[in-house]
């Protein structure tokens, strides 16, 4: 039979033959992909930037998950001991943190009724509880970014937006930070709570 006078498949079998490769294909796909956010080019490059900025500049990163407890505990039972006297000072970031970051953070107005521990023992876990002033009632206090060098100490928050059409009751949240065991060499530690308008500065002494 000549080139010219063979027929072309059917449709028919056309398309089963596509049926046959695309549901195995779809089905391993959807069951074996991996999860995870897509790969965005720019976001990715500007986090890897943040991370060899910081490095080079000597600190290092802990991400923490902030708690808003319901009723706010007290000096005492937070405190185990001695509360650190906090002092005020001006907002925005602090030297060289300001000029390492590749974007400069977005920070609450300032804060009040902080209580943090003015000494603790480096092999436990360590609370420090503080009133944050929003801007904003469609986004709360989500957690915060700890960067450490030498004896300095900056908390920075970070928010997080409220889904849906809900709101914050108040634009003054109470949030509860955990700073892990172990996360804090054994001296003396200048601690940073760092606000837009206003930040908050204590002495921590680590055992």
Known sequence: MSAASRKPWPLRWIVAAILIFIVPYTFITLKYRKTGHAFEPYADMKAQANVNRLLDAGYRRL????????????????????????????GGLPSPLDTTLVDAPRLPAGYQNLIAPAAIN?????????????DSDKEQLGGAEIFIREGAVVIVPVFETISGGLQTRTKESVVLLTLPAGLLTSGTHTVTLVGAKESLYWKLIVR
């Not at 902030?66 to 906090?86: C, I, T």
Request: glycine share 4%; hydrophobic share 45%.
């Open 63 to 90: 991400s923490l998950t902030a708690e808003r407890p319901a009723v706010p505990y007290s000096a005492s039972k937070l405190a185990g001991g001695a509360p650190a006297e906090a002092s005020h000072t001006a």
């Open 122 to 134: 480096m092999l436990l876990p360590s609370q420090i509880q503080f009133v944050c002033k929003l």
